[in-house]
């Protein structure tokens, strides 16, 4: 027996093999009909109002009408009322049917009503939602225990062949960032920040009087808050293109510098912090597919990134031996000059944050099958 409703969602989202669905607002009044009707199990008519649950703002309504020649030999008919007081409940199972039904046979798949009917086991008869709920949790308590690991809590699937794939794998992405900030043991991330990169140099000007410095164990955080904005897929050549923001990332460094620098003598070391805000990054990903144990997995052919900054602040404190003409010079330069500064510094960052990009990627796809990911 079911406890609640969270193991009721639970069970529903393991026995379809379907991502989780969407929770309606609470203030969301609406009525819907699902009508299947089956000729010779070939010809269907299907006439109701499909709930598209991929986007992240919230559902959307269509008008669906799908018609076919031929008398129906059988009809099936689901109908209910929801309103502010049942939005959990009787819309996510609504939404699992639309998922599972409504949409493969309006993407132009045959009806899943073989499917329906091992459930609800009914021709020629209304029944309502809460007999329909009661049967599906019946059916997936059975089936619970094989799918209980099939598809990660990290994981949310989305339909290939779904004209708002785009918009799915948008949210995907979010879903995963969501549970990366948090830690995902199962893929070996447990603390996620602070990022740490061992080393970046810079070189400005030539000659023993250029201008060296030289930025260790460099600690940034605030990387995990970011957003994906964006994916654009071409999902039969796997390709992807995500387009990220970081609303603010602060770091820390060991700093060491020598030459000259505005006409002061610039060697000596100490302490760097940065706060940059309104990072945006877009990355491109190239995979090919590989079978293993009779499943789909990725490989990560090609990947390539850029990023920009909207404003930056930095600079040196507790410089060694305090030489405070250094220390103000140096904080003179860096403030005045922070974007050229990090166009030099940018090939060496880059170069370092797609080490660790890849390093994530390849886990991430060695481990989590693409055909748990997306779903034919």
Known sequence: MLSSTVDAQIVLRRAFGIARPFVRPPDTRHDVVLECRRSGGAEEQLTGLRTDGFLPHGPRVHRVIKRLDGPPSSYSQIQTRWTHAHPINLYNILDILWRRVIYKCVAGHSLQYTRISRIIRLTEMHITLHLALAAIIGFGVSNARQQEHDIAYYIHQCQKSAPNVNECLTYSANHLAMHFRKGIPEL?????????????????????????????????????????????????????????????????????????????????????????????????????????????????????????????????????????????????????????????????????????????????????????????
């Open 188 to 376: 070996g991330i447990e603390e996620v920040e602070p990022i740490v990169i061992d080393e970046i140099n810079l070189s400005l000007g030539s000659g023993p009087d250029g201008y060296r410095a030289t930025f260790k164990d460099i600690q940034a955080y605030g990387v995990s808050n970011l957003t994906v904005n964006q994916v654009r897929s071409d999902l039969n050549s796997l390709q992807f293109q995500l387009t990220f923001s970081i609303p603010k990332i602060s770091a820390i460094a060991n700093y060491r510098s020598s030459g000259v620098l505005i006409m002061v003598q610039a060697t000596g070391g100490g302490e760097y912090w940065g706060e940059y805000e309104g990072v945006k990054a877009k990355v491109y990903i190239k995979a090919s597919e590989v079978e293993r144990n009779s499943q789909k997995y990725l490989h990560l052919e090609d990947l390539k990134m850029d990023f920009s900054v909207k404003d930056i602040q930095m600079g040196i404190k507790n410089v060694h031996n305090g030489n405070a003409v250094l220390e103000a010079a140096l904080n003179l330069f860096i403030n005045s000059n922070s974007q050229e500064l990090l166009k030099e510094m940018k090939p060496h960052i880059k170069k370092k944050l797609m080490v660790a990009m890849k390093t994530f990627i390849d886990n991430l796809f060695s481990r989590v099958p693409y055909d748990n990911w997306v779903i034919e």
